[in-house]
């Protein structure tokens, strides 16, 4: 009978040499009684560093204690488990390095004793290839929604931010306002001083908007020469004076450049939420453009609140910005 189940066993482990995972029998205290050839060389250099450990060596430190508790349960009522099911585990080498495996469980009750057999697969490259993607796409994310030249949000991001703000404002009655930048005369750096020059001048106007704006106003490029700015909990008595500030120090920057580029900028408080982003930026870029056709380099604001006018202009200032 004894031989029986020596042949059983031995049939067992001869069956899992052929196989082409990794195969290892452990006893009820998790001493390893015997691993294939694809054991030895996942977990260990040799066959007899391997033999003469127990499991928990193969879990990383952080997750042994749990391991203790999961086998003891495993023990008193063993379910197999398949490698089916999408569960990676960690796993540690012998040489402490760590790897990804799919693991199959299951008990193999023999006279002689019980024996665990675990199978595992070595998903290392599959989960390096995941976390590829996934770094991959987190990327592209923040690509798509980045403007390449100054490294401030694009017409994307603005769109989002504007967004989020809008449902905020529904929600709690928040003001909030929105400025529309157009760089005058931009084209002849371009011309004069060559396309690298200006997209200098681009990246100094967003430096100087990043020194002047709190943290939670968002200014974004949309479009070649043209920026928006988003100002969360500003309303009419507050606007005048960060984008008038913010306007004359672009402008200070641009003449101690020596680049003659002035700014025209459209500004509106929406008091009421507007229906889209789109909205929001098309009320202040319709201002803007007011400006530009009336000789450039100004501001002109108004106040945005649904009702029967919607759109009220409330103050421009033309020419020279305060000192
Ligand atoms: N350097 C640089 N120039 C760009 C970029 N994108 C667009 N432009 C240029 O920006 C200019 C925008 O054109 P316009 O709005 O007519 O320029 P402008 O001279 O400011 O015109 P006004 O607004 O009427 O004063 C064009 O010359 C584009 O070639 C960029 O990424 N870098």
Redesign the pocket.
Known sequence: MGQDIRVTLETYCEFLTTIPDAALLADSDGGIVWANEMAVALFSGSADGLWAQNVEELIPEHLREGHFEHMKRYWDNPVARSMGNRERLGARRQDGTSITVAIMLNQLNLEDGRYALAICRDMSQEQRQKNDLHEALEQEKVLSTTDP?TGVGNRRHFSNELLYEIERSSRHARVFSVAYL??????????RYG?????K??QQIVEVAQRRLRKTDVIARI????FAVLLPETGTTTIQSPIADLLHKMKQSMHDSGWS?TI?CGVVTFRTPPGTPEDALKAADKLMYEV?AAG?DASREAVFERGPSELRHSSGTEGELPD
């Open positions: 030249v157009d760089l005058d005369n931009f084209k002849d750096v371009n011309d396309h690298a020059q200006g997209d001048l681009l479009g070649g020469d043209e580029v025209s530009k450039k």
